[in-house]
C-alpha cells in the first residue's frame, strides 16, 4: 500500500510534482533529495520509484541504459566500478569511474543487473556470499550467509540475480554445474537468496545441468535464463534453455530455434523479449522469441556476413556484442577487433532493411573496458533490501 505523504508544495500539487520529477534522470533526483523533507521522502517511496523505473524503462533515447564492468584490484577489498552511458558510444566516450569500499570484504564479481541494482558474489573457503547495490544511489546491501552445496554436487555454480515481482524482492539463484564425468548424480541442487533472507533455501530434484562457455544467466518477467547442456551423459545431452521462475521457483526446459547450430551461443533480452544469438567470426545471427514461455515462436532478426562490415574472417579476430534494440527496431552493437591497435567500433544496424551505420571509438578511451565483463544496466532509485 502507498504511503502517505504531507503537502509540501504550495503552488503545485504533489500529483502533479512527482509526474514531473519521474521525468527526470536519476543524477538529478539524487541532488534534489536536499531540497527539502517531501523530496527527500518522494525519492524513497517506493511507488515512485516503481514510477520512475517504468518512464526511464520507456524512453528510446539509451540515457538510462549504462555498460559496466568490475576489476578486483588485487588483495584490496574493494570493487573497482567502470560505466559510460550507451547513448556516449555513438558520439564520444566519456568512461565514469565509481569504486565500492567493502571494508575487511574480500573481492567481489558482478554477477547481474536488474532495475538499476548489482548483485555481486565473493568466493571464501567456505563457499560464497552475495551483496546487493545500487550504483546511482551508492547504497549497499548486508552481506548474505554464506553459501554452499552438499559435497560432490558440483565443481562450478552459475548464479543469477533478478526481481520477483509477486513478492516485492530481489533474489539470487545458485545452481551447480557438474563436470564431464561418469560418476554424476542423478539431479542437482538449486539454492535461493532473497534480499533481508537469513539463509539460502535449498531446493532439490532439478537435473544435472553442464554449462557452456561464456554463456551467462539474463532475467526476464520474472525468470532467470540460462542457455546450458542438460543430461546425464554426453549421447543422451541436449542444449536448452533452463528458465527459472523467481515466483514458484520452479525451472523447466524451452528449446532453441530448429535452425541453431549452437555455435558459440549467448543469450540476452532485448526490448522485453529473449533473444540468442551466434558470433561465429564470419556471420552475425540473432533470433527472437515473440511470445516469451513458446518455444515455437522464435523468429530470426540479423543475419549478415562480417564481408557487410569489412571484416575479414579468420585474419582479424572480432567479436560483435549486441547491446540493446530501441523502440524502432534498431539494433545497437559493439565490435571489438583484436589486431594491434584493439579496435572498437559501434554499430547501429537497420533490421528492417539491412543498413547499418558505424562509428570508431577511441581504443585510448575504451580500452580499460575488458570485453567479458561487459554488462548493460538501468539506472533506476531503487533501494537493494
Not at 534534489?32 to 517504468?54: A, E, Q, R, T
Not at 550504483?135 to 548464479?159: C, D, Q, W
Not at 555455435?263 to 564470419?282: A, E, Y
Request: aromatic share 12%; charged share 20%.
Amino acid at each position: 500500500m502507498r504511503s502517505k505523504k504531507k503537502q509540501w508544495s504550495p503552488l503545485l500539487c504533489d500529483k502533479l510534482i512527482e509526474e514531473i520529477l519521474s521525468r527526470l534522470p536519476v543524477k538529478p533526483l539524487i541532488q534534489f533529495k536536499c531540497v527539502c523533507k517531501g523530496w527527500n521522502s518522494l525519492m524513497s517511496d517506493p511507488y515512485f520509484i516503481k514510477l520512475h523505473l517504468s518512464k526511464s524503462a520507456a524512453k528510446d533515447d539509451l540515457e538510462h541504459l549504462q555498460l559496466m564492468k568490475n576489476v578486483c584490484l588485487g588483495s584490496i577489498p574493494e570493487i573497482h566500478m567502470e560505466s559510460c552511458d550507451v547513448s556516449s558510444l555513438l558520439h564520444s566516450l566519456q568512461i565514469e569511474t565509481f569504486l565500492f569500499n567493502f571494508a575487511n570484504m574480500p573481492g567481489y564479481h558482478l554477477v547481474g543487473s536488474c532495475n538499476g541494482l548489482h548483485c555481486g558474489v565473493s568466493e571464501i573457503p567456505e563457499g560464497y556470499r552475495v551483496c546487493f547495490w545500487n550504483k546511482a544511489t551508492r547504497v549497499i546491501s548486508r552481506e548474505s550467509s554464506t553459501l554452499s552445496f552438499s559435497p560432490g554436487i558440483g565443481h562450478r555454480t552459475m548464479l543469477g540475480f533478478g526481481y520477483d515481482p509477486s513478492s516485492g524482492k530481489y533474489k539470487v539463484v545458485a545452481i551447480p554445474l557438474t563436470m564431464l564425468s561418469l560418476d554424476v548424480s542423478e539431479k542437482t541442487e538449486m539454492k535461493f537468496y532473497g534480499a533481508g533472507d537469513s539463509s539460502w533455501r535449498n531446493l532439490k530434484g532439478f537435473p544435472v545441468l553442464w554449462t557452456l562457455p561464456k554463456v551467462g544467466g539474463v532475467y526476464l518477467s520474472g525468470t532467470l535464463n540460462w542457455v546450458v547442456i542438460k543430461g546425464k551423459e554426453t549421447i543422451h545431452s541436449e542444449i536448452v534453455i533452463i528458465s527459472v521462475d523467481l515466483e514458484k521457483e520452479t525451472c523447466r526446459s524451452l528449446f532453441l530455434p530448429d535452425d541453431f547450430c549452437f555455435f558459440d551461443t549467448n543469450i540476452g533480452v532485448f526490448r522485453d523479449s529473449l533473444c540468442v544469438w551466434q558470433d561465429s567470426n564470419t556471420h552475425l545471427g540473432l533470433w527472437q522469441m515473440r511470445k516469451f514461455g513458446d518455444d515455437k515462436s522464435w523468429i530470426q532478426l540479423i543475419n549478415f556476413s562480417y564481408l557487410y562490415l569489412n571484416i575479414r574472417p579468420y585474419e582479424e579476430k572480432s567479436m560483435i556484442l549486441p547491446l540493446c534494440m530501441s523502440n524502432n527496431g534498431d539494433f545497437f552493437m559493439l565490435k571489438f577487433t583484436r589486431n594491434a591497435d584493439d579496435e572498437y567500433q559501434t554499430i547501429r544496424y537497420n533490421q528492417r532493411d539491412g543498413k547499418s551505420q558505424v562509428s570508431v571509438v577511441p581504443s585510448s578511451s575504451f580500452r580499460t573496458l575488458l570485453w567479458r565483463n561487459l554488462k548493460i544496466f538501468t539506472k533506476s532509485l531503487d533501494i537493494p533490501y
